[in-house]
């Protein structure tokens, strides 16, 4: 059984030999940028250009059908309600005092624009989704630990968000080894529905909570022994080191923020009233 980490991708390519800082400078300025554009078309493009890029990483199709899948049944009703409901500020967004109808139910319409902010959510959400493992799952735990430290974050809060990368797989790995004791046992989950699914995969909390808390107590004692204070002057193992590309793209991204705010503001790009 093929074992899960972060660091999923299988090539090696130039989101890689970044450093973590210039991958948090890109998730930091894309995510704003996703908050400020209110436009589906920009917004549209930006989630393909960030899943273009995930691909070109190496981040795992199967990965983003996954993420496609499970958000599949939420965007669904993000579309409806947005469509039905979301009036009064998509006549805000737009300065138009009647929408324009693309579906009646009874005395109540679904409207084109209301679906198409309803879009533009969704775009929002699939961009900060699809950014993160574009960082992450191509980084090193350790190197990221070391990036984060030299970027003057607190050590015990980077040292937190290392372990709880650390025991996820761990949780994972467990909860695969459940399943397949239950199907050695002869449970045949792949011919039950979903909703007896569901009842299988909610009794494997309850083992997995408490390998957790017993793990996380483990570790306690590990760190007590080892008069653990979170100081971050410290020795590591490996190097994060700014490069002359990392410099120039943390420039870049800061400069593409400052762009679109001013063509935001300005000129009324990535505006919803953009397209109309």
């Known amino acids: 059984m093929q074992s899960f980490n972060w660091q999923t991708v299988d090539r090696d390519s130039p989101f890689t030999r970044l450093d973590f800082r210039t991958k948090l400078t890109m998730m930091i300025v894309v995510t704003l940028i996703a908050f400020t554009w209110e436009s589906p078309l920009a917004g549209g493009l930006l989630t393909l250009i960030v899943a273009l890029a995930c691909l070109w990483a190496g981040v795992k199709w199967s990965y983003l059908l996954?993420?496609?899948?499970?958000?599949?049944?939420?965007?669904?009703?993000?579309?409806i309600t947005m469509g039905f409901f979301n009036v009064e500020q998509v006549k805000a967004l737009t300065g138009k005092t009647e929408l324009t109808p693309l579906l009646t139910v009874g005395s109540t319409q679904m409207t084109v624009?209301?679906?198409?902010?309803?879009?533009?959510?969704?775009?929002?959400?699939?961009?900060?989704?699809?950014?993160?493992?574009?960082?992450?799952?191509?980084?090193?735990?350790?190197?990221?630990?070391?990036?984060?430290?030299?970027?003057?974050?607190?050590?015990?809060?980077?040292?937190?968000?290392?372990?709880?990368?650390?025991?996820?797989?761990?949780?994972?790995?467990?909860?695969?080894?459940?399943?397949?004791?239950?199907?050695?046992?002869?449970?045949?989950?792949?011919?039950?529905?979903w909703l007896q699914k569901g009842k299988i995969y909610a009794s494997i909390a309850v083992p997995l909570i408490l390998n957790a808390m017993a793990k996380s107590q483990k570790l306690e004692v590990v760190l007590q022994a080892k008069a653990f204070s979170g100081d971050p002057n410290r020795t590591f193992l490996q190097e994060s080191i700014l490069t002359n590309k990392d410099y120039l793209l943390i420039i870049g991204f800061l400069f593409l923020l400052v762009l679109a705010i001013i063509l935001y503001v300005k000129f009324g790009v990535g505006k919803f009233a953009w397209l109309f």
């Open 66 to 79: 996954t993420i496609l899948k499970f958000m599949a049944p939420f965007y669904l009703f993000l579309l």
């Open 113 to 193: 624009e209301g679906t198409l902010y309803g879009l533009n959510v969704i775009f929002k959400t699939l961009t900060m989704v699809l950014i993160i493992p574009l960082a992450i799952f191509t980084t090193d735990i350790n190197q990221m630990m070391v990036s984060l430290t030299k970027a003057r974050i607190p050590y015990k809060i980077v040292f937190i968000f290392s372990s709880t990368l650390r025991l996820f797989p761990l949780l994972v790995e467990e909860s695969r080894s459940i399943i397949s004791a239950q199907r050695l046992r002869g449970l045949a989950i792949e011919k039950m529905g």
